[in-house]
């Protein structure tokens, strides 16, 4: 078996998702109340026991809300760099000392014949992650709470069998949205999020003829909606590709559900 994975939850309400090797299983993040996150595990036919550990890509609430209770429920391994766990324990309450796993960013952790590689990101938090996940030559990358696509982001998550990408938000919906300005500039910064048309643009410097499918991630609920972010991302990408070049299919994600499994073996 090769790896399959499911978005359990996106958007600013809550994110994690699952990814499932031959013999390793991880939760990255735990943005939803433990009680949630055990509910779409089991939509998928898992338990949390059945996890070796869950990863952190950064301490906002929106991604470590069940984290603390799912660690200690379930007697899981934690895995952040030290930055993070300084900003972690303000937030999920004691962690036991053995489930307390530093995770250098940059570092490649394996569990099972799942490799786990983490990368840095640019997004106003201690020292934000992406992930990106390897089992013999398939590779699903995670890249999400992005300010912008740096040159180094898109060195690692190139080639991607599977890319989970952020498409937060439609520019002018912000704009005009109902957020003071200050919330605004943040969401539009560096160290913010990626809206559709940077999401657009950067995969078009990532996508190559192995990358199947592209899940369009992290909307904001407030200045996105799924069918703009597909449209815009799409004309994006057809705008800069010739009619011959290879296409990835854009694939949803959900606040309130979870994606059905997808494995990389599959076309």
Request: negative net charge.
């Amino acid at each position: 078996m090769g790896i399959r994975f499911s978005v359990l939850s996106s958007g600013s309400t809550g994110n994690a998702m699952v990814v499932d090797g031959e013999d390793g299983k991880v939760l990255i993040d735990a943005g939803l109340s433990a009680k949630k996150v055990e509910q779409l595990l089991k939509e998928r036919g898992m338990s949390p026991d059945q996890l070796d550990a869950i990863l952190v890509t950064h301490e906002h609430a929106d991604h470590i809300k069940g984290l603390g209770a799912l660690a200690r429920k379930y007697d899981l391994p934690v895995y952040a760099n030290e930055k993070t766990w300084r900003e972690l324990d303000q937030h999920i309450g004691e962690i036991a000392e053995a489930n307390r796993c530093v995770m250098d960013t940059g570092e490649v952790r394996d569990f099972g014949m799942l490799q786990v590689e983490s990368y840095g990101i640019s997004h106003d938090a201690a020292e934000p992650v992406g992930y990106c996940f390897y089992q013999g030559e398939e590779k699903l990358s995670l890249a999400t709470d992005l300010g912008y696509m740096s040159s180094k982001v898109k060195e690692k998550i190139t080639d991607s069998d599977v890319l989970v990408l952020e498409s937060n938000h439609d520019v002018e919906m912000l704009r005009m949205g109902r957020y003071p300005w200050n919330i605004k500039r943040r969401i539009l910064s560096d160290v913010g999020h990626l809206s559709n048309e940077a999401a657009g643009i950067g995969l078009v410097d990532v996508m190559s003829e192995k990358t199947k499918r592209v899940y369009l991630a992290h909307l904001s609920r407030d200045h996105n909606l799924m069918d703009l972010a597909r449209l815009t991302v799409n004309s994006m990408v057809e705008e800069r590709l010739a009619p011959d070049d290879h296409r990835a299919k854009l694939m949803d994600t959900y606040y309130d559900r979870s994606t059905e499994w997808d494995r990389l073996d599959e076309d």
